[in-house]
């Protein structure tokens, strides 16, 4: 199918971006690397008149790596991600979960920016980035930027509380120091969105978690944080019993959905599985 006739702005610089934004609002999409909007606006899913391109635009395409936060510019592209030495050394759980999504060409386009804004359910980076606890800035002519935590930016499927005069502009997120990290999931076929997804962080004194973060993808409307999962885990040694109680809680604080792809049961029993298994594999970890 073809999309039905669209003008189409390329702007060189953000100023421009959130000119074009605030003079069309609503009318206008933000075409970042097109994977999911191109379809939904050939489809008729999505009705803008204007096309916003974001891709010319060189300060998006940053990638900034700080002593505590890792900062990713929209239009950074999941390829890069997997692929980047420096990322890699700094918050390798970037790059785990890039090769989950999709396959090489669409990660050659896909961006950071819209992975978040498209707001998947069963995505991984917003995934990442609820259970990282990363912040998203938002531009907007009238009103400036402002920083939201991703835990309250994704509201429900496909949902965020950007307003349509807003630009994602980058997003942080923490490098959790002295934590081990890891994300994993259960998909169908490599490549496929996941039935369900994990993302756990756990840090160690003296063999005792004294912090977790866990989040999960493919079990709610939004990606979620999973609070019973990590004060199971909190408190005492990274072994059974505390993984599996925290294996038990996990799948009893989640309310999947059941659908054509599985019933809640399946993902509850998913969830209990992914934590065994991803709390299993930190074990191993160093911090
Ligand atoms: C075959 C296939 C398999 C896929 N598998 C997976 C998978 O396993 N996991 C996964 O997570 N995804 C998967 N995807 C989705 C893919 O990653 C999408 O491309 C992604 O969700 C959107 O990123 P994009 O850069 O292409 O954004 P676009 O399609 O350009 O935009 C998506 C939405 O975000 C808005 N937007 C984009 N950038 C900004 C910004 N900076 N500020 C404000 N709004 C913005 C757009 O207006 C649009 O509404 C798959 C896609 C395909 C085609």
Not at 39 to 65: G, H, K, Q, T, Y
Not at 90 to 98: D, K, N, R, W, Y
Not at 116 to 137: I, K, N, Q
């Amino acid at each position: 199918m073809k999309p039905p006739p669209l003008s189409y702005r390329a702007p060189e610089t953000v100023d421009d971006a959130l000119d074009l934004l605030a003079e069309h609002g609503e009318d206008m999409a933000v075409l970042a690397g097109g994977q999911s909007l191109v379809p939904l606006v050939n489809m008729r899913f999505a009705r803008p008149s204007v096309l916003l391109d974001i891709n010319r635009i060189a300060e998006l395409n940053r990638i900034v790596i700080g002593d505590d936060v890792v900062s990713l510019g929209a239009t950074v592209r999941l390829a890069a991600v997997e692929h980047d030495a420096r990322l890699g050394e700094a918050l390798p759980v970037l790059g785990e979960a890039a090769r989950h999504v999709a396959h090489p060409q669409i990660r050659n386009r896909t961006t950071i920016g819209g992975t978040l804004c498209h707001a998947d359910p069963a995505a991984e980076f917003p995934t990442l980035a609820v259970g990282l606890g990363a912040r998203l800035h938002l531009a907007s002519r009238a009103r400036g930027t402002r920083v939201v935590a991703a835990e309250d930016f994704f509201e429900s499927v496909f949902m965020t509380s950007k307003e349509p005069d807003e630009l994602l502009v980058a997003a942080d997120f923490p490098r959790l120091p002295g934590h081990r990290i890891g994300y994993s999931e259960i998909s169908r076929r490599h490549g496929d969105f996941p039935f369900a997804g994990l993302f756990l962080a756990v840090r160690t004194e003296n063999g005792i978690v004294t912090a977790a973060r866990a989040s999960a993808a493919g079990v709610a409307d939004r990606p979620v944080r999973l609070p019973g999962c990590e004060a199971a885990l909190t408190g005492n040694p990274l072994s059974s019993p505390a993984i599996e109680q925290a294996a038990e809680a996990a799948s009893a604080e989640i309310d999947p959905p059941s659908d054509n792809h599985g019933s809640a049961a399946f993902r509850r029993g998913l969830i209990r599985t992914l934590v065994r298994r991803q709390a299993g594999r930190l074990q191993e970890v160093a911090a």
